[in-house]
């Protein structure tokens, strides 16, 4: 089975775009320790994670807004660390661990999506996408147990999106996707998912250590390549 290296190691170092490790302690800026992509805390809670420090996330209105658009590349990859406490927030009750989307829904409005639960999708971890110019991809699995740390990661490349938990392929399928995922995005949130105006997921939990990979990085270690 084909499998991704764990957080940590120098390979998924080597090509980072961007960074959050949630060491700081304190403050409400989550630092981009990757480039310039710092985040603005709002309601988390600093706390000890798998890694280093994490944010803890009350799953009602706690995220982590960046500054910046994370995925900038039709190619990418988002790795991170949660442990899920409990069902999400928002109308979805999703445990989002990253979006970044155009406020509306369908095809050609992009959106990039990762979570450790989504009660829409039967309670399931989910990662999904849609570009500029494709309708909505999603793969799906099993979720963990809550109180317990999983790492979770997407991939996206020309031929597939790939989704990953605890370093091993969950699942995978052909990328149909024609577009760009950087046009008209109005949201870049870590632990909020939000479309039409309304929240639809909120983290319960814990979150330590978050990665958006570029390119040149995912050439190297890649089961596909």
């Not at 949630?22 to 000890?48: C, L, P, Q, R, V």
């Not at 996330?57 to 995925?71: H, M, N, P, Q, T």
């Not at 790795?79 to 155009?102: C, L, M, P, V």
Request: proline share 2%; aromatic share 12%; with cysteine.
């Amino acid at each position: 089975q084909p499998s991704l290296p764990p957080s940590g190691g120098n390979q998924i170092n080597s090509g980072l775009i961007a960074y959050w490790k949630f060491d700081e302690g304190s403050g409400n800026i989550a630092h981009d320790s990757a480039g310039k992509n710092n985040g603005t805390i709002y309601g988390a809670k600093w706390t000890n994670g798998k890694v280093g420090g994490a944010l803890l996330f009350d799953g009602k209105d706690d995220y982590v807004s960046l500054s910046e658009k994370a995925i900038t590349t039709k190619e990418f990859t988002i790795s991170a660390w949660a442990n899920h406490y409990g069902q999400g927030g928002g109308h979805e009750k999703a445990n989002t661990i990253f979006s970044q989307r155009d406020d509306r829904v369908g095809r050609d409005f992009p959106s990039v999506y990762l979570s450790s639960e989504q009660d829409s999708h039967s309670g399931r971890a989910y990662a999904r996408i849609r570009s500029s110019k494709g309708s909505e991809q999603g793969l799906s699995c099993r979720k963990k147990n809550y109180h317990q740390w999983h790492h979770y990661a997407m991939t996206v490349n020309s031929n597939y999106l790939v989704f990953y938990l605890d370093g091993l392929e969950v699942s995978r399928e052909s990328n149909k996707q024609q577009g760009n995922y950087t046009t008209s995005v109005d949201y870049t949130d870590i632990g909020r998912h939000r479309f039409g105006k309304s929240n639809a997921g909120f983290f319960n939990g814990l979150r330590s250590e978050e990665r958006r990979v570029g390119k040149e990085c995912r050439s190297r270690w890649s089961p596909y390549h």
